[in-house]
């Protein structure tokens, strides 16, 4: 039985660019669309259920942060950034409002191939039911996660989704409550490869979730900051039925 492709969309205001990784993508099993613009993106979004996007920052009108923004505001769809900037703030801040990861311009398309595949595996495996050694739902602080939605439970049982990074963060230092992990260490189980040298991604990322958790970076006692080494959890972690 032939397995239906994923569908990516392809958002980028050069003609060029979208057409060369739309083709390259088609010829990897995927099922690639292609939108010039943030409208254009947002039609599409209309009829489409995309597995992944791909979206370049520098874009005229909405760019591509703003796209980020509105689509995290209803939506946990994986995003990937595309930059060609040398400065590194446009990248944080994808980070920081809900991308997955980042490719920097010009790319080889193995990268971004490499890339796409690593963040849909991790979309997958959190998709999955829990195993039966792993409860759906566990305690930590006065929070829950529900594994199997993947959303926080706050202590009024309000929930709230988490991106596929945000969640991916969260259960790796879940399975590894009071023990100090490196920032490389993060980095690696997150995304699959080693850290780039001085890459700041996985700083961003914990201070998004600090910032689900209704903790300040400055003043955040479930995870805590440990100087020159990196980050621990300070919570037990509780099983829940």
Not at 60 to 65: A, E, I
Not at 101 to 128: C, H, M, S, W
């Amino acid at each position: 039985m032939t397995s239906t492709p994923a569908t990516l969309i392809v958002v980028d205001d050069d003609p060029e660019i979208r057409e060369l990784l739309a083709d390259y993508l088609g010829r990897h099993g995927y099922r690639a669309l292609m939108a010039e613009d943030a409208q254009a993106l947002y039609r599409l979004l209309e009829s489409e259920s995309p597995a992944l996007l791909i979206v370049d920052i520098m874009m005229p009108g909405d760019d591509g942060l703003t796209i980020c923004r509105e689509l995290r505001r209803a939506s946990e769809v994986p995003i990937i950034m595309l930059t060609a900037s040398a400065d590194e703030t446009d990248r944080i801040l994808g980070l920081e409002l809900g991308a997955d990861d980042y490719l920097g311009k010009p790319f080889n398309p193995r990268e971004l191939l490499a890339r796409i595949k690593a963040v849909l595996r991790r979309t997958r495996v959190a998709a999955q039911p829990t195993a039966t050694d792993q409860p759906r739902r566990v305690a930590f602080g006065d929070w829950q996660l529900d594994r199997m939605t993947r959303e926080l439970i706050d202590r009024h049982g309000q929930r709230s989704g988490l991106s596929g990074a945000d969640f991916q963060l969260l259960q790796v230092f879940l399975e590894h409550p009071e023990q100090v992990l490196s920032r490389e260490d993060l980095f690696t189980r997150t995304r699959g490869r080693p850290a780039p040298d001085l890459d700041r991604s996985i700083d961003v990322h914990v201070c998004r979730l600090r910032q689900r958790l209704g903790e300040d970076a400055q003043h955040s006692q479930l995870i805590r900051t440990v100087r020159g080494v990196g980050y621990v959890l300070t919570a037990r972690v509780e099983r829940l039925p």
